[in-house]
């Protein structure tokens, strides 16, 4: 059974770092590409990023309002993902996913929820 | 960017009624290297993270009853729920992965008539 948990999310102040973890299980972590997305308290779905697989180049691309504040990694000895975030501002805060397609079937985590506030 | 629009955006419908969501997109997701459509539908009930309803636009998810039903290729799709059901109440979204950035619609929120 595929399994995606995230974890590490919590409160922050603004200006602040948080890094958000995505442990996998039920296939092959290692060639499967992932995505964060977030969703903010009472609004829609947004997608925060991409990671390819390191046999298709390892790169990763971010949607507009996250570049250059967050980064996306992965250890696959581990079969975890992460996703490193700085420079927090209030409008990230929200609950982030972890999701992966296989076979073109979509699979996602229960979220954690990263609060950014004073 | 694919941009993804809803409608409409909130919906009630009458138990036991049809209920119909339309999502078009604004290029094409449909890929011309395997016939299909990178384009998922998904239910959200509050507190809960969304819920895979039917995938390649008209391929539903095991365990999904068979009330639900997507359709439509390319640029125009459609969800529909043939009987509405109380447990359907829920924000339905429409999402591509045809390319990057991945894109959502903005939601519509079904209710009870």
């Known amino acids: 059974e595929v399994q995606l948990v995230e974890s590490g999310g919590g409160l922050v102040k603004p200006g602040g770092s948080l890094r958000l973890s995505c442990a996998a299980s039920?296939?092959?972590?290692?060639?499967?590409?992932m995505n964060w997305v977030r969703q903010a308290p009472g609004k829609g779905l947004e997608w925060v990023g991409r990671?390819?697989?390191?046999?298709?180049?390892?790169?990763?691309d971010y949607a507009a309002p996250v570049k250059g504040r967050f980064t996306m990694s992965r250890d696959d000895s581990e079969d975890t993902l992460y996703l490193q975030m700085n420079s927090l501002k209030t409008d990230d805060t929200a609950v982030y996913f972890c999701?992966?397609?296989?076979?073109?079937?979509?699979?996602w985590g229960q979220g954690t929820l990263v609060t950014v506030s004073s | 960017d694919i941009l993804m629009t809803q409608s409409p955006d909130s919906l009630a419908v009458s138990l036991g009624e049809r209920a119909t969501i339309n999502c078009k997109s604004s290029q094409s997701v449909l890929s011309s290297s395997n016939n299909k459509n990178y384009l998922t539908w998904y239910q959200q009930k509050p507190g809960q993270p969304p819920k895979v309803l039917i995938y390649w636009a008209s391929t539903r998810e095991s365990g999904v009853p068979d009330r639900f039903s997507g359709s439509g290729s390319g640029t125009d799709f459609t969800l529909t729920i043939s009987s509405l059901q109380a447990e359907d109440v829920a924000v339905y979204y429409c999402h591509q992965f045809y390319s990057i950035p991945h894109t959502f619609g903005q939601g519509t929120r079904l209710e009870i008539k």
């Open positions: 990671i390819k697989s390191k046999t298709d180049g390892g790169t990763t």
């Open positions: 999701t992966t397609f296989l076979g073109l079937h979509p699979y």
């Open positions: 039920g296939f092959t972590f290692s060639n499967a590409w």
